[in-house]
């Protein structure tokens, strides 16, 4: 009688553990699911003009502060410029698919509404931050307001912009820039102009700074030199016009490919890293996602550069390639087709992702059950160790790792406060199929 009712009290104890553990990962899910804040400047590249048409898909995403014309060392007013009404013209094209995007999701700004977010930055010159511009002080009014952030600030061309309004911060706000340094988040496609390292970074240095300097270029110009084979389907001609460029609209129509095939997005990365699909990218450089993974540049800097996979800089990004691919095809569908005839990705009906503690020797149950699929479709699930963000880098055995309940024994050797990052993907079977992602994160005790 004893025993069962010692039995009776350790189990009760795991299931208030249980439940407290779920109602603070709700907690973070609730808190994690709030659309990031966000302003993006560019340089009117035509990668940045491929970047932007992909942007504009995705635009219900995030909340949008600014989009933003600057300068960079290949382009500024005068030098390769393409001036600065390209953004308002690609704008044009998305009101045109506007009202059959809504029928999607929720969220999207109107046409109206996006206009009024574009502003002129600093692009006198390669550089440029000698004066204040409407871009700069459009930077200066959002991150010094009082709603939360953290706000990303997105440099497709030079940090110039940026730099200006966080020069003026210091100068002029010199109390806030404690406040600004724990609210702002700047991704640097790139390194596009000195302004960074000779002013941002000694001056700001509690900043955090994800700096793509070589790993976007995977997505880039030279895309085909570096993605492998498997990959490289789903950016070539056939597949470009098949689901992007012919029958998708003239949003998609207005992207400039390259003898029909994929021609260069590497500014993508900047706001893919935003997108949430449940690699919870956002909550440390460290995790990995569709825009890449990171590590710090020197210990105690918060700089952070891109982070090898498997010993490939590339690998971070291309390796979610066929996903997102599929997923701005499926956005194409939606400005031409509607709600039924369209497809939709699977979500998780209570938790994104949440962290188990575990021992040594001991079980880890894995479990995806609660996913949904809005149009019905068949999911099928993958599970897998994702070990570059974990500090274990032993081998990890999952048992059922193709199905919604898996589970694997903790090594022998794993140490106290290590962790084992595993990634569940649940893909449907639609047309294209989309994929989403759950990510356990396993602590030892």
């Known amino acids: 009688m004893m025993k069962r009712k010692r039995i009776l009290f350790i189990t009760l104890l795991l299931l208030i553990s249980l439940v407290t553990t779920q109602n603070t990962a709700f907690a973070k899910a609730v808190k994690a699911d709030k659309r990031p804040r966000i302003i993006a400047t560019t340089d009117g590249e035509i990668d940045d003009r491929c970047s932007m048409v992909r942007f504009l898909l995705y635009a219900n995403e ?3 502060e600014g989009i933003i014309i600057s300068s960079s060392k290949f382009h500024w007013d005068g030098h390769k410029w393409a001036g600065i009404k390209w953004i308002d013209g690609q704008i044009d094209q998305y009101a045109k698919v506007y009202e059959t995007l809504k029928q999607h999701a929720t969220g999207f700004p109107s046409p109206k509404e996006l206009k009024s977010k574009v502003w002129v930055g600093n692009i006198s010159n390669v550089g440029a931050m000698d004066k204040d511009t409407p871009g700069s002080d459009r930077i200066v009014e959002v991150l010094l307001d009082n709603k939360p952030g953290p706000v990303y600030l997105q440099a497709w061309g030079g940090t110039n912009t940026i730099a200006r309004a966080l020069w003026k911060i210091q100068h002029k706000h010199p109390d806030q ?6 609210k702002a988040v700047i991704y640097i496609i790139l390194d ?19 700096g793509s300097f070589r790993q976007f270029a995977c997505i880039a110009y030279r895309w085909n030199q570096k993605i492998p084979s498997p990959q490289k389907t789903f950016f070539e001609k056939r597949w470009m016009e098949a689901n992007i460029l012919k029958g998708h609209g003239p949003l998609c129509s207005l992207y400039e490919a390259k003898n029909g095939a994929f021609r260069s997005e590497g500014d993508s990365p900047a706001f893919m890293h935003q997108i949430r699909v449940g690699l919870r990218s956002m909550e440390e450089p460290g995790y990995g996602g569709w825009g890449g993974r990171f590590v710090r540049e020197k210990p105690n800097s918060n700089t952070w550069r891109g ?34 005839e369209a497809n939709h990705p699977p979500f998780a009906a209570l938790f994104p992702g949440w962290n188990l503690n575990a021992v040594p020797r001991g079980g880890v149950q894995l479990n995806a059950k609660d996913w949904k699929d809005p149009d019905g479709d068949k999911l099928t699930y993958k599970w897998w160790h994702y070990k570059e963000p974990s500090l274990y880098k032993g081998k990890i055995n999952i048992q059922n790792a193709n199905t919604d309940h898996a589970y694997f024994n903790v090594p022998k050797d794993v140490k106290k406060g290590q962790t084992i990052h595993t990634i569940c993907e649940v893909t449907d079977n639609g047309n294209p199929p989309l994929t989403r992602y759950l990510r356990v994160i396993v602590n030892i005790e």
């Open 307 to 340: 982070a090898k996979d498997d010993g490939d800089i590339n690998k971070p990004i291309w390796r979610w390639a066929e996903a997102f691919q599929n997923d701005w095809a499926a956005r194409a569908d939606w400005c031409v087709k509607s709600y039924k």
């Open 62 to 64: 995030w909340d949008i």
């Open 192 to 210: 596009q102009d000195t302004t960074f390292r000779k002013y941002i970074q000694p001056n700001w240095p509690d900043l955090q700074v994800l």
């Open 177 to 182: 820039m404690k406040k600004v340094s724990n």
